[in-house]
């Protein structure tokens, strides 16, 4: 459809054949969209705020000067039903005209301008109306990106402005030297175009400027994007339409630099021995990714795989759709997301899985709300932003008992780590709050613990080799050497980390890769700084994993540094050696917690090493099941007696009819210590006629230690060939 300043309302099939024509002579078109084809009406608006609607590709007029109480500027392809609500909200009482509308993200909001003012109005009724100054002069042009959640608008004091939802400004453009005429983003929200008089400009979505051109078209008044991303066209001042096409895109994986030279033309360089390949492709390049030693490339029709050890004979396999918006890569496997679901292939061309959710959009998925590893698809849900939905990537089912990972919060940004096994997975993710979390995501009826790892967190990554996790948090830059050292012991966590200031890189930085020991972050300017962090925790890592102590001792020893130590540590524990752990915690001057190791290490069976070791990593409720499943039911009772949780040592002395004098006995002590009376009903109620003989109490416990020994003796030749096994 053509936007015109004469009386008839033309429509334009794709063949330029003229299929609609209806003539008012008190009509003024300024403005005409095109949206999907299931959509059947079409809306004029005239300069006198007056609205006709006519049914698509006929002359039936089906409403008749709807008599709106501000003018319009703007007419668009929309369905019937939301029509009504856009009507309906365009009579909020303003006083000023509108220059231009955008749907928000849900649908359930719309942003209008009013001078200088963006408003956001939301359909409900008595919702809270957000309004601010967003320009010093009159605003021309808005839109509202359903990926990104972000608000582009331009106006008349010739800069451009990037908004969150909440209308807090992100960025804000130099002055330019003529009005901005139309703005736009790009369908994943990667990217927006600029229109200014013969002005095009294309920006990345935190605002700097990719490229300029300087087309001679006069002020470009409307931008639209194709659907796949790649092409721009623009109603221009002088009566011509501009197209564009986005190229000079570059992907960079260690030794590999790609870039997209022309729309069928890819270069790869490697820049250690400048050797150029190029790749050329049938149709145009639409999405690509390049890590893990592949390049996925995306076009219009099908996908191709490329080896960088071979660049010469890709895989090539068919698309069933041919808008590929996201490519996300794991060491075995891709995912490419389209409008169609969400597909999961191996690098040799093999299809094998495409996970499935109520409710699920594609269209709104990008890289901070899709994470994948080998084993594990993460997909935040767009309808309820506190849920995270987790499949196995072999079979696209819900992971474990299939219970959806929940939080208090709304979630951001979500990332698997890559490495380890599956039982280990982990997941970090940032909310609204812009505290940094992580948990399991294996889960089977026990709910998994939330723990917060750090507080304002604006980006993350994990290292592709091993999992090691970086952020920018608030003035610092951080990486959490071993980010399982929360569930193992908490106190040693910031003895785990590196940590250095984060002002060089100015505000709103991001993180753009983590590869190997180099994080690469680029600026709110557009620039890209390497960060170098120690190589030395990726080789314990690799020790660790191997299960190499003395190798891991060796490092530690070698190195010198107190970080190294304290990840061993973590790693011992979390791995059940304790003489690794030993040494370790030793080496960072942790006493007590050496003393605690040896008396776990005088333990008479495995079962109480083992509940002690749970003990120690804080995870109470897991030692006691080891115990009780052992029939160590005493012990069960003692470690709750230990941590003075009287009500549990009684429930288990009374469930399993044993040692209740022993618990009565123990709380009659505490209490005579703290110079107290008993207060406690279950207490009095089995302390009533019962005697306490410290004797036969000791004399009991020693029986249990001695039967606990025994027993362990019994079975240690079974335990012997387990563990050379």
């Not at 992100?170 to 229109?195: C, K, M, N, R």
């Not at 899709?370 to 932003?385: F, R």
């Not at 072999?394 to 890559?418: C, F, R, V």
């Amino acid at each position: 459809f053509t936007d015109c300043l004469d009386e008839p309302i033309e429509s334009i099939g794709l063949l330029q054949k003229q299929t609609n024509k209806q003539t008012n002579k008190k009509l003024v078109v300024t403005d005409l969209w095109r949206f999907a084809t299931i959509c059947q009406n079409i809306s004029a608006i005239k300069q006198s705020a007056k609205v006709l609607i006519w049914r698509r590709w006929t002359n039936k007029n089906l409403v008749k000067d709807w008599n709106a109480k501000i003018n319009f500027s703007s007419a668009r392809w929309i369905n019937r039903i939301f029509l009504k609500a856009k009507l309906r909200i365009m009579s909020y009482k303003i006083g000023t005209p509108v220059y231009s509308v955008a749907w928000g993200p849900d649908s359930e909001k719309v942003l209008y301008t009013a001078g200088k003012q963006l408003i956001i109005k939301p359909l409900q009724p008595n919702a809270k109306v957000l309004q601010w100054k967003a320009h010093d002069g009159i605003i021309l042009k808005v839109d509202w990106n359903s990926v990104n959640d972000l608000i582009l608008s331009a106006g008349e004091d010739c800069k451009y402005k990037v908004w969150d939802s909440y209308g807090r400004p992100l960025y804000s453009s130099q002055p330019h030297e003529h009005p901005i005429t139309s703005v736009a983003w790009a369908p994943d929200g990667e990217l927006f175009a600029v229109g200014s008089f013969h002005t095009l400009r294309l920006c990345d979505k935190t605002g700097w400027s990719y490229a300029l051109e300087k087309p001679n078209t006069g002020s470009i008044f409307n931008i639209t994007w194709s659907v796949d991303g790649t092409q721009i066209a623009g109603a221009c001042g002088n009566g011509h339409v501009v197209f564009a096409h986005v190229v000079e895109q570059r992907w960079e994986w260690k030794d590999f630099q790609v870039t997209l030279t022309k729309r069928r033309t890819m270069q790869v360089r490697n820049v250690l021995n400048d050797a150029v390949d190029l790749l050329e492709f049938r149709d145009r390049v639409i999405k690509a990714s390049l890590n893990y030693a592949h390049l996925v490339v995306s076009t219009s029709l099908q996908c191709y795989v490329f080896s960088t050890k071979n660049w010469n004979t890709p895989l090539i396999f068919d698309l069933k759709e041919g808008t590929v918006s996201l490519i996300l890569q794991a060491e075995r496997h891709f995912l490419l997301v389209d409008g169609g679901g969400i597909y999961l292939y191996s690098y040799e061309g093999r299809f094998l899985s495409s996970p499935k959710f109520p409710g699920m959009r594609t269209d709104i998925l990008n890289a901070q709300t899709v994470s994948l590893s080998n084993d594990t698809i993460a997909i935040k849900d767009k309808a309820d932003e506190k849920i995270i939905f987790l499949f196995e990537a072999s079979t696209g089912k819900p992971l474990g008992d299939g219970k959806l990972l929940s939080h208090k919060n709304e979630i951001l940004e979500i990332a698997l780590d890559q490495k380890g096994l599956t039982n280990d997975r982990k997941i970090a993710f940032i909310d609204k709050n812009r505290d940094l979390c992580i948990t399991s995501v294996k889960r089977f009826g026990k709910e998994e613990q939330i723990i917060k790892l750090g507080t304002m967190v604006h980006t993350l990554a994990w290292s592709d080799t091993c999992n090691i996790l970086c952020g920018l948090q608030d003035t610092r830059f951080t990486v959490w050497y071993y980010p399982n050292t929360v569930y193992v012991d908490r106190d040693i966590l910031p003895k785990t980390l590196y940590e250095r200031d984060a002002s060089e890189f100015s505000k709103n930085p991001h993180i753009v890769s983590f590869v190997g020991n180099q994080v690469t972050i680029r600026r709110a300017d557009g620039s890209l700084i390497h960060i170098s962090i120690s190589p030395y925790p990726a080789i314990l890592h690799e020790y660790v994993s191997s299960s190499k102590w003395e190798d891991a001792v060796r490092l530690c020893r070698f190195v010198k540094e107190q970080t190294m130590w304290a990840c061993l540590a973590a790693m011992a524990v979390a791995n059940r050696d304790m003489t690794t752990a030993e040494i370790a915690y030793a080496a960072i001057g942790e006493i007590d917690k050496v003393q605690y190791i040896n008396s776990i290490k005088n333990l008479p069976s495995k079962e109480s090493k083992m509940a002690h070791i749970l003990m120690f990593s804080g995870n109470i409720q897991e030692a006691e099941m080891v115990l009780l499943q052992a029939g160590l039911v005493y012990q069960a009772i003692q470690i709750n007696i230990n941590l003075y949780n009287w009500e549990r040592a009684l429930e288990l002395a009374v469930k399993y009819k044993t040692h209740v004098d022993t618990v009565l006995a123990y709380r009659q002590k505490f209490l005579e210590t703290f110079g107290k009376q008993e207060t406690n009903k279950r207490y009095l109620q089995y302390a009533e006629g019962l005697e306490i003989d410290w004797e036969k109490i000791k004399a009991k416990i020693e029986m249990e230690i001695t039967k606990e020994r025994e027993r362990s003796s019994s079975s240690q030749p079974s335990k012997n060939i387990g563990l050379k096994h």
